[in-house]
């Protein structure tokens, strides 16, 4: 039996884009496809920050809703949008190989880190981090998909916003005078992105699993395993980056304050087959070197 996969998506530019590559590759292996985009909450509500919407999976729900109802079959995401706990009767199907996890600077002159400056983030993560190195810098809220922040920092009076890297190239409008971030803890699972499916929908998981990366699938496990167990989501800054060299995988786990005052980190290698159950071990480490007081301290606030 086949049938057409209709594959949702956000209907942002970079959305499409991923969904539009997914499709690609299930037509390459010879499945039927059609593109079904749907507006999320986290697009249509730009006033506020992420943080302040107390939506879990704020860019994913919309999808989540449409396949449980039967209008889509799969789902394509920015993997690091979707929450570490997926709804039930749905799961992940296939992780495609990971772009750059790399936070950028995008400025509008000639820019310096010793000045006042004011640099634009929607990130609690971003946020903290660049207020942990630069405490005599302002950071300022920043929300919509990648043009529209790109707009807003063309016409704003800021000195710079903070972007994926992937999120530009993959849409072309990584600018030539970038400033590489690459001292910034990425999020977790940040350049990587994820398909999922119906869990009693054997046709389209055997379809989806195949554009699998098992390298990235482990990394961003990892990664997002140590969120998990940190209760991070999106009202704590936390970061987290995997990757795999001989038979290693190389972690490095942040937890920082609101404010970036305070900062814990983890760095450690990890045999590759000793990888399950890693990133939970990892986020153990943070939470009992002070994680634990810093997470308790950064709810009250919230």
């Known amino acids: ?81 979707v929450p570490t706990l997926l709804p039930k009767a749905i799961v992940q199907t296939a992780v495609l190989e990971r772009a750059s996890a790399e936070d950028i600077l995008v400025t509008k002159t000639d820019f310096n880190f010793n000045w006042n400056c004011t640099i634009a983030t929607g990130s609690l993560r971003r946020k903290a981090q660049w207020l942990n190195r630069y405490p005599h810098h302002e950071v300022v809220g920043l929300r919509g998909n990648v043009n529209t922040r790109l707009k807003k920092l063309a016409d704003s009076e800021w000195d710079g916003a903070i972007f994926a890297r992937a999120g530009l190239e993959r849409i072309n409008l990584l600018p030539s005078d970038f400033i590489s971030l690459n001292w910034m ?92 159950g890693a990133g939970k071990s990892l986020a153990l480490e943070i939470l009992e070197n002070g994680g634990k007081e810093l997470m308790k301290s950064i709810k009250e606030s919230s």
């Open 185 to 276: 803890t990425p999020a977790p699972a940040q350049g990587a992105m994820v398909v999922v499916a119906l869990q009693d929908d054997d046709y389209c998981i055997q379809a989806t699993k195949q554009l699998n990366h098992k390298e990235s699938d482990i990394c961003t496990r990892v990664e997002r395993e140590f969120l998990q167990v940190l209760e991070g989501g999106c009202t704590a800054p936390i970061g987290a980056y995997a990757r795999i060299t001989n038979n290693n995988i190389l972690f490095k786990g942040i937890l920082l304050s609101l404010d970036g005052g305070t900062k814990i980190e983890t760095e450690k290698i990890v045999a590759l087959n000793n990888s399950e």
């Open 1 to 81: 039996m086949s049938k057409v996969i209709r594959i949702g998506t956000r209907d942002s530019e970079l959305a499409l884009w991923q969904a539009n590559t997914v499709k690609t590759r299930l037509e390459s292996l010879g499945y039927v496809t059609e593109l079904v985009a749907v507006k999320s909450t986290g697009d249509l509500e730009l006033t506020k920050p992420l943080y302040e919407l107390g939506i879990t999976g704020i860019f994913t729900k919309t999808l989540d809703i449409a396949m449980l109802n039967g209008t889509i079959d799969v789902a394509v995401h920015s993997m690091k949008d």
